[in-house]
């Protein structure tokens, strides 16, 4: 079955650039969608169509998408953006979900 | 934007059945396509089930043959059936409305969840 790869944490200092990345056989074939989900929260759509934002969410998230590679990145990040991050895509007819990656903003 | 409401959740018993429904307001239901996400208690997100607006499903490898996603569009209420449970299907399962196509454009309105525990 195919596998989506995350790093499980990664830490950011306040206004830094965090990046997140995602891999899988062939990833830049598929669209990419990103998720975060806080503590208590559902998940919240952030990214889809590997580089889309949804209305509502801050241009300082962004992503790309390219060979084995997704990646979701969070410019000048901000306290409230500590969360899991998941990035998701489909191989054929099934869904996929990353193991999830918690972004911690010391 | 929607809203989505699950029920039907609680103690199942291994082997035995249960039946989640998701009550969506708000958006043109027979519209959308929709899913079902699980999440085990302290674990990452997991893709279970989704269907089309069409009513094309389609399954995780670990759910299929054993639950069955449906929709009943005059009642703007999706459904997942569970047979055979297990103790690793013990999780938060969210009903979820596909903002557009399928495959491409992800997940834009979520339910609060309805929690599952599978267990003698």
């Known amino acids: 079955s195919y596998e989506l790869s995350q790093p499980p944490s990664v830490s950011v200092s306040p206004g830094q650039t965090a990046s997140i990345t995602c891999s899988g056989d062939?990833?830049?074939?598929?669209?990419v969608c990103w998720y975060q989900q806080k503590p208590g929260q559902s998940p919240v759509l952030v990214i889809y169509?590997?580089?889309q934002r949804p209305s509502g969410i801050p241009e300082r998230f962004s992503g790309s998408n390219s060979g084995n590679t997704a990646t979701l990145t969070i410019s000048g990040t901000q306290a409230l953006d500590e969360a899991d991050y998941y990035c998701?895509?489909?191989?054929?007819?099934?869904?996929?979900f990353g193991a999830g990656t918690k972004v911690t903003v010391l | 934007e929607g809203q989505l409401v699950e029920s039907g959740g609680g103690l199942g018993q291994p082997g035995g059945s249960m039946t989640l429904s998701c009550a969506a307001s708000?958006?043109?239901?027979?519209?959308?396509?929709m899913s079902w996400v699980r999440q085990a208690p302290g674990k990452g997100l997991e893709w279970v089930a989704a269907?089309?607006?069409?009513?094309?499903?389609y399954y995780a490898d670990s759910v299929r043959g054993r639950f069955t996603i449906s929709r009943d569009n005059s009642k703007n209420t999706l459904y997942l059936q569970m047979n055979s449970l297990r103790a690793e299907d013990t999780a938060v399962y969210y009903c979820?409305?596909?903002?557009?196509?399928?495959?491409?454009?992800?997940?834009?309105?979520w339910g609060q969840g309805t929690t599952v525990t599978v267990s003698s």
């Open positions: 979820a409305k596909n903002s557009g196509f399928i495959k491409k454009d992800g997940v834009d309105v």
């Open positions: 708000g958006f043109t239901f027979s519209n959308y396509a």
């Open positions: 269907i089309s607006g069409g009513e094309t499903t």
């Open positions: 062939k990833l830049g074939d598929k669209y």
């Open positions: 169509q590997d580089n």
């Open positions: 998701q895509a489909w191989d054929s007819n099934t869904g996929v």
